[in-house]
């Protein structure tokens, strides 16, 4: 059974940082693709950041500069640092796998972890 655990969300100052981990199980980590949505209250769901079996790694224009995203496969596990936060990047965030390795469809998901920014 695939599981994708997220941690490391709470409530942080504009400018300030958090680091969200997920760790994965089910799955051959270092096969997969793996990437960070967010979605925030009425609107649609967008990747943040993805980092592919290969290593390339791709983020959304508004995080470019502040979120980096990294893996370890050894400990099977996703990280999202994000600094310099802002009130606009509040939003639950979810972790996702793409079995395929290339990043282009997501097959597994976390629960979520919520992540808000205060003025």
């Known amino acids: 059974q695939v599981q994708l655990v997220e941690s490391g969300g709470g409530l942080v100052q504009a400018g300030g940082s958090l680091r969200l981990s997920c760790s994965a199980s089910?799955?051959?980590?270092?096969?997969?693709?793996m990437g960070w949505y967010r979605q925030a209250p009425g609107k649609q769901r967008e990747l943040v950041a993805q980092?592919?079996?290969?290593?390339?790694?791709s983020y959304t224009d508004s995080v470019k500069g502040r979120f980096t995203i990294s893996r370890d496969n050894a400990k099977k596990t996703t990280y999202l640092q994000m600094n310099s936060l802002k009130p606009e990047d509040t939003a639950v965030y979810y972790c996702?796998?793409?079995?395929?390795?290339?990043?282009?469809?997501?097959?597994?998901w976390g629960q979520g972890t919520q992540v808000t920014v205060s003025s």
């Open positions: 089910g799955i051959i980590f270092s096969f997969n693709a």
């Open positions: 980092i592919t079996r290969l290593g390339r790694i």
């Open positions: 996702a796998a793409d079995t395929s390795g290339s990043g282009s469809e997501y097959d597994y």
